[in-house]
Nanobody
Framework: QVQLVESGGGLVQPGGSLRLSCAAS?????????????MGWFRQAPGKGREFVAA????????VYRDSVKGRFTISRDNAKNTVYLQMNSLKPEDTAVYYC????????????????????WGQGTQVTVSS
């Protein structure tokens, strides 16, 4: 069982940047164990469903993004720190949402999970508000 804790959300002006972090909180969760989970970021705006933002395979070179964030957001992972990041640049008001990270055990180094139903573990979410 893995528990995920997001942080780094907040209020930012349009055009600004934020970096979200998602840490596995179990003390017994080794860096090797972290390396066996594919990870993803999703978001949910008020009155809307949870939508895919970005995902990364167990191997860092394999990533995928929703079209509206390509070139602005970057997902990365540091298995030694049991942490996944979402660097968000050039933020827009339409990026306002609660952002959730998710984890799924994966035996395939290049497998990416882009559907929320594919993930078994979720964090509690962190609020991102983009407003002037």
């Amino acid at each position: 069982q893995v528990q995920l804790v997001e942080s780094g959300g907040g209020l930012v002006q349009p055009g600004g940047s934020l970096r979200l972090s998602c840490a596995a909180s179990e003390r017994t969760f080794s860096s090797y164990a972290m390396s066996t989970y594919a990870m993803g970021w999703f978001r949910q705006a008020p009155g809307k469903g949870r939508e895919f933002v970005a995902a990364i395979a167990t191997t860092e070179g394999f990533t995928v993004y929703r079209d509206s964030v390509k070139g602005r957001f970057t997902i990365s992972r540091d298995n030694a720190k049991n942490t996944v990041y979402l660097q968000m640049n050039s933020l827009k008001p339409e990026d306002t949402a609660v952002y959730y990270c998710a984890a799924e055990p994966s035996s395939f180094s290049s497998r990416i999970y882009a559907e929320k139903d594919e993930y078994s573990y979720w964090g509690q979410g962190t609020q991102v508000t983009v407003s002037s």
